[in-house]
């Protein structure tokens, strides 16, 4: 399965972006998915988890409440809603699928990431 993000730009803090990630090669709908974020000088860090039904989601701390994590298997794409963004979001976000969901990056598949830039 190779996955690619998409959806990620520049937006000024409060601001919303929905970020995507699609299988160009393979189909999403039997995999638990997540997505993670790197910021510059720090480790890769969890934000959100959903299960191949889509039934259970988990967050990070720091995004619960503004990030909501959905799926549409029948369009096979993966979507991470974005809102009320705060400079601290600034990073690159990468999707990530595997057996079942997980807060952590024991996922076999990884795309090659989105950058987000949450300006003040």
């Known amino acids: 399965v190779q996955l690619v993000e998409s959806g990620g730009g520049l937006v000024l803090a409060g601001g919303s972006l929905r970020l995507s990630c699609t299988a160009s090669?393979?189909?999403?709908?039997?995999?638990?998915l997540a997505w993670f974020r790197q910021a510059p000088g720090k480790e890769r860090e969890f934000v959100a988890t959903i299960s191949w039904t889509g039934v259970s989601t988990d967050y990070a701390d720091s995004v619960k409440g503004r990030f909501t994590i959905t799926r549409n298997n029948a369009k096979d794409t993966l979507y991470l809603q974005m809102n009320n963004l705060k400079a601290a979001d600034t990073a690159v976000y990468y999707c990530?699928?595997?057996?079942?969901?997980?807060?952590?990056?024991?996922?076999?598949?990884w795309g090659q990431g989105t950058q987000v830039t949450v300006s003040s």
């Open positions: 990530a699928a595997g057996p079942a969901a997980s807060r952590y990056p024991s996922f076999d598949y």
């Open positions: 090669r393979g189909s999403l709908s039997n995999y638990g």
